[in-house]
C-alpha cells in the first residue's frame, strides 16, 4: 500500500472534504492520495489536489504524519490556493451510482458528527478550521 498526501484546505470557516458513497457505505475523507515512487509528499499533495478538486496549492505547510493501517499519511493545511472546487481525474471518471465523490464543505458542526477517516484526522480538521491565522484561505 502507497504512503499518502492529504490536503486541508479551509475557505470561509469550511474545510474541503469529499463525501464518499461507495457500494453501500457513507463516510467523508479529505482530498489526496498515493505517493508515487520518486515523489515527494508535497509534489504529491500538489498533484492529488489538482486531479481531485481542480484546486491549485499555492501556498502549503505540513501539519502532521499518521500511520494509518500500515501506511504513512502526511497532512498538508492549504495556506493560499487558487481555482473552485470541481471534481476530476479517476474521481470523476469512475463516478457510478454505486460509488461516488461529492466534493462538499463542512462547518465545525458537522465535523463533529460526520464518518470521517482515518477518525484520528477529526482534531486535525478542527484545529484548522478554529485556528485564526488560516481562516482567510
Known amino acids: 500500500m502507497k504512503d499518502r498526501a492529504a490536503a486541508l484546505i ?10 464518499r458513497l461507495k457500494y453501500g ?15 515527494s509528499p508535497e509534489d504529491a499533495c500538489v498533484r492529488e489536489l489538482a486531479e481531485e478538486t481542480s ?19 502526511h497532512y498538508f493545511l492549504c495556506t493560499a490556493f487558487s481555482g473552485e472546487p470541481g471534481l ?5 471518471e469512475y463516478q457510478s451510482e454505486n460509488n461516488q465523490h461529492i466534493l462538499e464543505w463542512a462547518d ?17 480538521c ?3 478550521l478554529y485556528d485564526d491565522d488560516h481562516s482567510s484561505c
Open 10 to 19: 479551509v475557505r470561509d470557516g469550511l474545510l474541503l472534504v469529499i463525501h
Open 108 to 124: 465545525a458542526a458537522t465535523l463533529k458528527t460526520i464518518d470521517i477517516k482515518p477518525p484520528c484526522t477529526r482534531d486535525m
Open 88 to 92: 476530476g481525474g479517476p474521481e470523476q
Open 25 to 39: 457505505k457513507e463516510y467523508y475523507c479529505l482530498p489526496g492520495g498515493g505517493i508515487e515512487k520518486g515523489e
Open 55 to 73: 484546486l491549485r496549492m499555492k501556498s502549503f505547510e505540513k501539519i502532521g504524519t499518521i500511520n494509518n493501517q500500515g501506511r504513512t499519511e
Open 126 to 128: 478542527l484545529k484548522a
